[in-house]
């Protein structure tokens, strides 16, 4: 059983694999930290401009779909700004022990994201909401 936690902790046969991986959850968890922050900045910015841009009930369903269109594609150039911005940031323990930041997947921070401004985007859920609902029927 110690192999296989070896062999999980230690793929790339480096000296500290215990230390990198203690630095890799550190390093995951600030950048957890970084894109949920990120994020919430967004999604209240957004929330409040769509708010005064769009209606609240939006009389024809092109003028729904361009608004669910307008917060999605908002949504994706955000999330690439906020990818590019974070992955300026140095980690502080960067090079110690052989440890790379610049190798962590978590750099894209999709997942995080995704889950923070969805939570966050009230308008934008009520706008799915009444274009499945009450415009198509299909719930």
């Known amino acids: 059983m110690s192999n296989k936690?070896?062999?999980f902790l230690n793929?790339?046969?480096?000296?500290f694999p215990y230390i990198r991986f203690l630095m890799r959850m550190l390093d995951i968890s600030i950048l957890g930290i970084y894109f949920m922050f990120f994020s919430i900045v967004y999604a209240v910015i957004v929330e409040n401009a769509?708010?005064?841009?769009f209606s609240n009930y939006p009389d024809t369903i092109p003028y729904l779909i361009f608004e669910i269109?307008?917060?999605?594609?908002?949504?994706m150039i955000m999330a690439y700004l906020i990818r590019k911005f974070i992955s300026i940031i140095p980690f502080p323990l960067d090079g110690y022990f052989g440890y790379k930041h610049s190798r962590v997947s978590e750099l894209k921070g999709g997942v995080i994201f995704a889950f923070s401004v969805f939570l966050l985007l009230t308008n934008f859920k009520k706008k799915v909401h009444i274009l499945i609902s009450d415009k198509l029927n299909l719930i």
């Open 69 to 75: 269109c307008m917060y999605s594609s908002a949504t």
């Open 50 to 53: 769509f708010i005064k841009i």
């Open 11 to 15: 793929k790339d046969n480096k000296p």
């Open 5 to 7: 936690i070896n062999t």
